[in-house]
Nanobody, 117 residues
Framework: QVRLVESGGGLVQAGGSLRLSCAAS????????MGWYRQAPGKQRGLVAS???????TYADSVKGRFTISRDNAKNTVSLQMNSLKPEDTAVYYC???????????WGQGTQVTVSS
């Protein structure tokens, strides 16, 4: 079992910045991927960015050049630096942990990000 605790999020004006952080605890070992997904009202949850335990990153096209994902393997944390925020970035952001060894996904409780125009 893996527990994810998120922090950050909130309300910001368009063009501003926010930083999300997520700490994982529990059965953590082997190769894994940590990332952030988001879900806006009436839309499906989708990938924002992810990073493997080896450091390979993936970004949604809509956030490339604006968001940066990073992780600290020693502390089992992942962060998402979000710059040049747009109103369309408004959503609930969820931290995700994917364990390669059992092919399971774990989710945080979600944190609201609201970007005002």
């Amino acid at each position: 079992q893996v527990r994810l605790v998120e922090s950050g999020g909130g309300l910001v004006q368009a063009g501003g910045s926010l930083r999300l952080s997520c700490a994982a605890s529990g059965t953590i070992f082997g190769r894994n991927t940590m990332g952030w997904y988001r879900q806006a009202p009436g839309k499906q949850r989708g990938l924002v960015a992810s990073i493997t335990s080896a450091g390979t990153t993936t970004y949604a096209d809509s956030v490339k050049g604006r968001f940066t994902i990073s992780r600290d393997n020693a502390k089992n944390t992942v962060s998402l630096q979000m710059n040049s925020l747009k109103p369309e970035d408004t959503a609930v952001y969820y931290c995700n942990y994917h364990a390669d060894w059992n092919d399971r996904d774990y989710w945080g409780q979600g944190t609201q990000v609201t970007v005002s125009s």
